[in-house]
C-alpha cells in the first residue's frame, strides 16, 4: 500500500535519480520505519550472553548506529572512525579482553573489511566536492585483521533472518587460543 507521503518521497528521491532508485530508496525508508524503537535482544537470541559484542556497529535500519541495553560496540562506532591499525588493534583487544561475550554480525560482514580504492575515491571527490580526487597510494587493509580475527575465534551459532535485520549470532569457538 503506498501512501501519499510515499509518492511524495518517490517523486522528491525521482528528481535526484532515476525512478527505479527511487522506488529502491522509498522500500529503505519503509523497512526501517518498522524497526522498533527497543529491540529486545535476549528475546531475539535465546541462549546468547548477556552482554552482547557488536564490533562492527549494530544498525539494524542500515542507516544508523542502534543502542541498547545489553549491547556493547565498543570504544569506536563500529567501524566508523577505526580506520588505523592502532584502532583496528583496540578492537580486537576489546574481544580478547571478553570471551565469554557472543558477537552480534551482519550477515555480509566480510564485506564490511574490503577496500573499494574506486569507491573510497569516489566518495572522497563527492565529499569534498572536488573534480580531481589523487589516485590511490596505499591500499592496504587495515581492518582486514579484525575480520581475520572473528573468522578464525568465532563461529556462527544462529544465522541472520528477516527478524533479526539480518544479524548473525557467533560465539567463541572452545579451541580457539586467546
Known sequence: MTTKLDREVEQYYAREDNRETARLKTALLR??????????????????????????????????????????????FGLLNAFTPAAVTTKIDELRAHPERDLLLPEDFTEECAVHPAAERRALQVGFMSPFVPPVRNSDNVREPLCEFITTHYQVIQAAQPSNYGYQLWRRSRDAKR
Do not use: C, H
Not at 44 to 67: C, F, H, T, W
Open 31 to 76: 523497512a526501517s520505519s518498522k524497526v522498533p524503537s527497543q529491540i529486545d535482544l535476549r528475546s531475539m537470541y535465546p541462549g546468547a550472553s548477556e552482554v552482547l559484542d557488536a564490533p562492527l556497529g549494530y544498525k539494524p535500519n542500515q542507516i544508523g548506529e542502534y543502542r541498547t541495553v545489553g549491547l556493547d560496540t565498543g570504544y569506536f
